[in-house]
């Protein structure tokens, strides 16, 4: 494994803040009675991908706090998938832009998956 000295230097952690982002700034068009309802889910759960991986990451002493902070982020990226799907059945969206965020945090949450199942490799010793 290569070494890693931040959170910010993961291929996830930067792939959950690129679709944070792109989130963040498609909500930005939605609809003035969605604020507090789809535009606020949206950006939290995607934001809250990004916070639990760097949790995670100052959690490598102990395996099952680190585990359970991945497992975390894991939920909160399917979360984030759902209200995709919801915008884009709602017309607040583009088939194409939400395709590409389920793409996005479908390798996400790969890349999640892997590290919990070998998370063994990531804590610390």
Request: hydrophobic content about 45%; charged content about 30%; glycine content about 0%.
């Given at each position: 494994m290569v070494n890693i000295?931040?959170?910010k230097e993961l291929r996830v952690y930067q792939a959950a803040m690129e679709a944070a982002m792109q989130i963040f700034d498609l909500t930005k068009s939605f609809p003035k009675e969605e604020p507090y309802s789809l535009t606020d889910q949206m950006r939290r759960s995607s934001r809250s991908v990004c916070a639990?991986?760097?949790?995670?990451?100052?959690?490598?002493?102990?395996?099952?706090?680190?585990?359970?902070?991945?497992s975390d982020a894991e939920s909160e990226a399917e979360e984030t998938r759902v209200w995709v799907e919801f915008s884009c059945r709602c017309d607040y969206m583009t088939k194409a832009?939400?395709?590409k965020l389920d793409n996005q945090y479908d390798k996400i949450l790969s890349q999640l998956v892997r590290m919990i199942t070998k998370s063994d490799e990531?804590?610390?010793p």
């Open positions: 000295r931040t959170y639990n991986i760097a949790e995670a990451w100052r959690k490598r002493r102990y395996q099952a706090h680190f585990v359970s902070k991945l832009q939400a395709d990531w804590v610390i």
